[in-house]
């Protein structure tokens, strides 16, 4: 029987008023992921709008700013600007103060996950500024300046590295070939073809380097481009990453694409990069093309060659493959060969060097035998040269003859014959590094993305992690052990710097025929395909591909597969159920960014394992099967949204590191955990929301409150057989700090200070801190300091001795020191006004080896004087110190010390400040300052700062800021501006 109508209307309402509330929930539970798309959007609409307004300007309209008045908008009209620019010029501007508005009040709210009103607000503004800003991105690209300038040239270009000279011989003559490629009219597609090895990528490097606003010589083309993009194919690269590349460049959000999509779909997805770049000039980097495609699915219109110089469109790609240069319509093909005799032997003695070469009579003429079995090749040149570089022993040379005379002889199963002997070629230098613990570090470099630049501390942690490099020592030699290993492989070129730009040594990376070897040398050389499972970067999204990659071994039952990366790919669940692979002792999951949850069965088909790092995923709770994995040694969720640790993990009686840094809903380690890991030789808890740590095993067992008596204890830390060699903890009390510090058998690294109640005026003598702590012994081994929210504290002053003269005095005063304290953060310490050493002196004693500041929040710090006195700061960064005018002021009420103040900052390479609202001078009431080492400038919301003081292009490589703040800058002297505009980069 049919309900009644009052019924059928009841119902309707109630689905009507569900779906309305699920649709408001919605908006309330993805707050934090609106805002983050927001300020992404945000971000490339800050960009779009500068570079139409950098357009406009380039197109001489003199003295045109884009101000919020409707002057502004009048006077860009007068001056030849579009109507629609105009209009869309204004509109921008509006959305990305709203945006910037909703992110600032999102960053300003406390517990955002218990606001539950204020969150859903938050919210609802994050929703509607999202359209708007992604409505106006959309529209950026039908919107022209009246006049065609230089564009966005310096906003797009790829920042490439200096090409090495070693690298560049040979490739003059090929550069200025393309070049003239360039220049031609009638061309518009040049491909790049070559063996793997043998320059490609430096002559495409060579060639953006051309374009760069910093080139000293211009390129021999005429041609001013609006855009200059680099992208990399490579041999995994999908049709919608390599959008997503492109659009990043340019500035453009794109929409998500369904698992299953066809080639409509991708060309659909890219209507916003061919909107964009449809009235534009470019020119389109592609590196490592494996397979050719349509132009149109990247959203790239195809340059066609007649088109002459007014929309000037190039295409330049490299290859392996002749068939692709065809198939890509290459109107030109320039074929990089082999090194001539005598080239190849310039490039063989530059890195196998002349003093080796000369060392002993007979390598003179062994190292030419050498260098000719490289057949010409010029990364077997180089990495075979770097390999006997230190070899003087002329059997060494002999024995390199004969492998390099084997390895033309053999073919590789599975692989063209052209790659098949080039990796055996390739393995000499692999056979020729020193030890077996560096070879297996090197091997495990393949783990990563190709192309991807690897962060040194997260290598050499890796290494630890699977026990690599782990000795008896501290923890301090095993790290340095590890940076010298790096160092050797980059010695030899096997690994090379990952920066995109000059002096960025951040990370490391391989060249992709390099890391093809060590994926085949980690498969026994070809005889056991899958033994390291390799799909990181590869764009997995689904569990049903998931399941597919997993199967792909020949292996049954899993057994020879021992290693799997399955890191940064799009991993959105791992499914319930896989085939058990009982030999996997590492599973690399970190950097899937969707993936929310670990499921108990999953771990359940990999029992063995021994390492898992689940870091930067949203992963929200480990389940109680990881209990069951008794062998694991390394697990890392950091930077991961778990709210707890599972009580199953005190049965991890193996487990050595443990790593939940940055784990910000952590808020319960459940009591005994701690004290069951019996082998846990790293702990770091730093940045974490966890500081619920009870002072003794006892405490709390008499209180009603169970939640703390569950907690652990930091007498767990001791408790053990084995020594923590390195801690990562936050706590928030003098008494924990006083009880950590007199801990013998634990090494405190990393230490947060947080919400912790102090005097108004911070007095650190040595003979106080040696009352409050009872020692200064952890002192010695700190790394990085936070002091977080210590909102009582107006005055912070450091001196190395009390002044008493006594001995013990004395030797206090020799004690105290922070020798390896390297990064020191101050977090919204909201009161504090002043910092600096009473006796300057006491700098170098104190911080010899402090190198990063972050100074975040500190609303009334007057200025940063203090830290010119530090012997080896390399990077500064301030943000949101409202009441700082300068960053060194010697005028006013400033101490006599610090009048007296140097003004150099000799080891500083990055200086950089967000939202100064004060700051309107680097330096004042003292002689210039200046900054001889500085590389990066980075200027955001400083809308007061006017002047440079100092900035010169000595070794910078980059300022950042708003083309608008630039615009308002004064200078001191005639030319400082024109010196310093080819390393402006507009970031709005």
């Keep these: ?44 609409l800050a960009a779009q709008r500068s570079s139409l307004h950098g357009a406009i300007v380039d197109a001489h309209v003199v003295g045109v700013d884009d101000g919020e008045d409707g002057g502004a908008a009048d006077r860009l009209r007068r001056l030849g600007c579009t109507e629609e620019a105009a209009n869309w010029l204004g509109r921008a501007r509006v959305a990305e103060k709203q945006g910037n508005a909703v992110a600032a009040d999102y960053a300003a709210l406390s517990m955002p996950r218990l606001r539950l009103v204020a969150r859903y607000r938050i919210g609802k503004r994050a929703s509607r500024a999202l359209r708007q800003a992604q409505q106006l991105v959309q529209e950026r690209g039908a919107i022209c300046a009246a006049r065609r300038g230089v564009g966005s040239f310096a906003a797009t270009t790829h920042q490439s590295a200096p090409t090495p000279a070693a690298a560049a011989v040979g490739m003059e003559d090929y550069l200025k070939e393309a070049l003239g490629y360039i220049a031609d009219d009638a061309v518009g597609v040049i491909g790049v073809c070559g063996m793997g090895g043998v320059g490609k990528t430096t002559l495409l490097r060579a060639i953006n380097n051309s374009f760069l606003p910093t080139a000293r010589q211009p390129p021999a083309s005429s041609k001013v481009f609006d855009h200059v993009v680099w992208a990399v194919a490579s041999k995994e690269c999908r049709i919608d990453r390599l959008q997503d590349d492109v659009a990043k460049k340019l500035g453009l959000p794109l929409a998500s694409l369904p698992d299953e999509h066809s080639d409509a779909d991708l060309e659909q997805r890219a209507l916003p990069i061919a909107e964009h770049l449809k009235n534009t000039s470019f020119l389109m980097l592609l590196d490592d093309l494996w397979e050719c495609f349509d132009l149109k699915l990247i959203g ?8 002459g110089d007014e929309l000037p469109r190039k295409v330049v790609l490299t290859t392996r493959s002749e068939i692709v240069c065809g198939n890509m319509k290459a109107d030109r093909v320039l074929n990089v060969e082999c090194l001539k005799p005598d080239d190849a032997w310039t490039l063989f003695e530059m890195n196998a060097t002349a003093a080796a070469v000369t060392s002993h009579p007979a390598i003179a003429g062994l190292a030419r035998e050498v260098a000719g079995e490289c057949r010409g090749l010029p990364l077997a040149l180089i ?113 090379e710097s990952g920066g995109d730009v000059v002096g960025d040594t951040r990370g490391v990376r391989m060249h992709d025929m390099i890391r093809d070897m060590a994926i085949w040398i980690a498969s026994d050389c070809g005889a056991t395909r899958n033994r390291w499972l390799v799909r990181a970067g590869v764009g997995i999204k689904t569990a049903s591909k998931l399941n597919e990659q997993w199967r792909t071994s020949p292996a049954a039952a899993g057994a020879s597969t021992e290693r799997v990366s399955l890191m940064r790919n799009l991993i959105e669940e791992l499914p319930a159920r896989l085939p058990a692979r009982r030999g996997v002792r590492a599973l690399m999951l970190q950097m899937n960014t969707s993936l929310r949850a670990i499921p108990g069965s999953f771990l359940r088909c990999v029992p063995a394992l021994t390492y898992l790092d689940l870091s930067d995923t949203i992963v929200m709770a480990l389940p109680g099967e990881i209990g069951s994995l008794v062998g694991l040694r390394y697990l890392n969720v950091s930077g991961t949204f778990i709210g707890a640790l599972p009580p199953e993990l005190l049965h ?159 030797e206090l005063r020799r004690s105290f020191r922070l020798p390896k304290l390297d990064r020191l953060r101050l977090l919204s310490v909201r009161h504090l006004e002043t910092i600096r050493f009473r006796h300057t002196t006491a700098a170098a004693h104190v911080l010899p080896a402090l190198r990063r500041i972050n100074i ?65 001078c680097l330096c004042r009431g003292v002689p210039a300052i200046s900054f001889p080492a500085l590389e990066i400038l980075e200027v955001g919301q400083c809308y007061a700062l006017r002047r440079l003081d100092g900035v010169r292009p000595l070794k910078l490589r980059e300022i950042q800021g708003s083309d608008e703040w630039w615009q308002q800058l004064e200078w001191e002297e005639d030319g400082i501006k024109d010196a310093l505009f080819p390393y402006f980069k507009n970031h709005s």
Excluded at 300 to 307: E, I, T
Aim: proline fraction near 3%; glycine fraction near 6%.
């Design 1 to 44: 029987m049919d309900a009644p109508a009052d019924q059928q209307v009841a119902d309707s309402t109630s689905t009507c008023c569900a779906i309305h509330l699920w649709s408001e929930l919605d908006d309330m539970l993805d707050v934090a992921r609106n805002v983050r798309r927001l300020e992404e959007t945000v971000g490339q």
């Design 300 to 307: 790239v219109p195809y340059p066609d060659g007649g088109a």
């Design 383 to 495: 990495t075979i040269g770097k390999a006997l570089s230190t070899k003087t022993d002329p059997e060494l040379w002999r024995h390199a003859i004969d492998k390099l005379r084997d390895a033309h002889l053999h073919e590789i199963t599975g692989m063209e014959e052209e790659n098949a002997g080039m990796l055996r070629v390739l393995k000499v230098s692999y056979d020729y590094l020193p030890t077996t613990t560096m070879q297996e570090c090197f091997l495990t470099c393949c783990l990563w993305p190709e192309d991807y630049s690897i962060e040194r501390e997260k290598l050499v942690e890796c290494w630890l992690g699977l026990g690599l490099i782990a000795g008896s020592g501290s923890i301090d030699d095993d790290v340095e052990t590890g940076a010298r290993i790096i160092a050797a492989l980059k010695d030899v070129r096997l690994l």
């Design 652 to 810: 991890l009686t193996q487990l050595e590191h443990l790593l939940l840094s940055d784990t910000n809903m952590l808020d319960s380690i459940p009591r005994n955990v701690i004290l069951g890991l019996q082998k846990l030789k790293i702990l770091d808890v730093f940045a974490s929301r966890y500081t619920r740590w009870r002072l003794n095993a006892d405490d709390g067992d008499d209180d009603d409150d169970a939640a703390t008596a569950s907690e652990a204890s930091l007498d767990e830390l001791e408790a053990r057989n084995a020594s923590i060699k390195f801690l990562g903890i936050n706590v928030s009390s003098v008494a924990a700090l006083r009880k950590l510090s007199g801990f013998t058998n634990v090494s405190t690294r990393r230490l947060c200070l947080k919400d912790m109640a102090g005097p108004a005026s911070l007095t650190l003598l040595p003979s106080t801190l040696s009352d409050t702590l009872g020692g200064l012994d952890m002192l010695e081994r700190l790394q990085h300091l936070a002091i977080r929210s210590c909102t009582g504290v107006k005055d912070i002053v450091i001196d190395a001795g009390s002044g008493s003269g006594s001995d013990s005095d004395d």
């Design 856 to 920: 975040l929040n500190c609303f009334q710090l007057k200025n940063a004087n203090w830290v010119l006195h530090l012997p080896a700061l390399e990077h500064l960064e301030l943000h949101y110190c409202h009441d700082m005018e300068a960053i060194v002021d010697g005028g006013g009420d400033t101490a006599a010390e610090d009048r007296r103040t140097p003004t150099t900052f000799p080891y500083l390479k990055t200086l950089a400040v967000h939202g100064m609202r004060s700051l309107a």
